[in-house]
């Protein structure tokens, strides 16, 4: 559906929010949702397959990438794809050193992993918001025969989805949690909840304390996943919105497009980069032992 059709700049726009979700639909069975209100029918279990196409997909890119440049690493002269992938490795390696402060040979390439992946993803806000849109409808009516090309949605920044950045932070949540036991044990993990911070030398008082602690350091505990997801979520759906209401104007959305997405191209990298740098500082507060 592109911006020159005869719809409204809401309806437009609404279309362009909507992934291909495919669930249970209690009246129709497992299916491919055509409508928003038929995804949102599908429940928690649907699957917004858009967004899985092009999280895995650009995963498998940054595999083979880095993959085939270690294999043709050479000590003559490198290539400028070499040297581009050399300095993405030396800035996080630099990160990492810089900032965990613990001993772990799963920080290092976990935030190349996190950094690379995000910038890919968030790189697909670039992309002219019609174009793969446009070819899914093209698909979707001469190949799968849909007879409605309004009914094919398909949107190509995984980062926009909050289902995509809150997993992505709930699993970097997971890693906390296992941080902190495996290096404070149980009983710390418990302490940290309880004896900080306020405290008390005072047994009874120290008691006393324990259930405004908890309250405390369960609601700092659990806001981190909860802001890495939504700051990430929030920035990127922000940048789409826009680029979907320059793509609505008509005659001037080009220059408009090019003068946002140099904008833009900041906000890219820089989400991907603190999302990297929150997920080192929090395993390395995971492995202090105060």
């Known amino acids: 559906m592109a ?6 700049t809401s309806e437009y726009i609404k279309h362009h929010l909507q992934n291909l979700t495919f669930g249970y639909d209690p009246g129709h069975g497992w ?77 290092a390439p976990l935030s190349l992993t996190i950094f ?27 190949v799968v025969g849909v007879e409605d ?22 699993t970097v949540f997971a890693l ?20 900080k911070p306020f405290a008390a030398s005072n047994p009874l008082v ?3 304390l324990v259930p405004a602690n908890l309250l405390l350091e369960l609601v700092t505990l659990l806001s981190k996943p909860i802001s890495l997801g939504l700051r990430l979520f929030g920035n990127l ?9 320059i793509a609505s104007v008509g005659l001037f959305q080009l220059p408009l497009h090019f003068a946002w997405a140099t904008f833009h191209l900041l906000i890219i990298v820089l989400q991907a980069f603190i999302f990297m740098m929150l997920t080192i500082v929090y395993l390395s507060q995971a492995c202090e032992d105060h």
């Open 176 to 195: 906390i949690l296992i941080y902190t036991v495996r290096m404070k044990g149980v009983s710390g993990f418990v302490a940290d909840l309880t004896l």
């Open 31 to 107: 299916t491919i949702a055509h409508s928003a209100e038929q995804a949102s029918n599908m429940g928690f279990w649907a699957i917004n397959l858009d967004t899985m196409l092009f999280s895995i997909g650009l995963g498998a890119l940054f595999l083979w990438l880095f993959r085939l440049v270690a294999r043709h690493a050479t000590s003559g002269v490198p290539s400028k794809l070499n040297n581009a992938v050399e300095m993405v490795v030396e800035f996080v390696d630099s990160s990492v050193r810089e900032t965990f402060h613990g001993k772990s040979r799963l920080i």
């Open 206 to 208: 120290q008691a006393l």
């Open 116 to 142: 690379v992946w995000i910038f890919l993803m968030n790189l697909m806000d670039l992309i002219p918001v019609d174009w793969i849109p446009q070819l899914a409808q093209a698909v979707g009516v001469s």
């Open 3 to 8: 911006a020159g059709n005869h719809l409204e």
């Open 237 to 245: 759906y922000a940048g789409e919105l826009i680029f979907m209401l």
């Open 149 to 170: 090309p309004s009914h094919v949605y398909f949107r190509i920044v995984p980062t926009a989805d909050i289902n995509a950045t809150m997993g992505m932070s709930l």
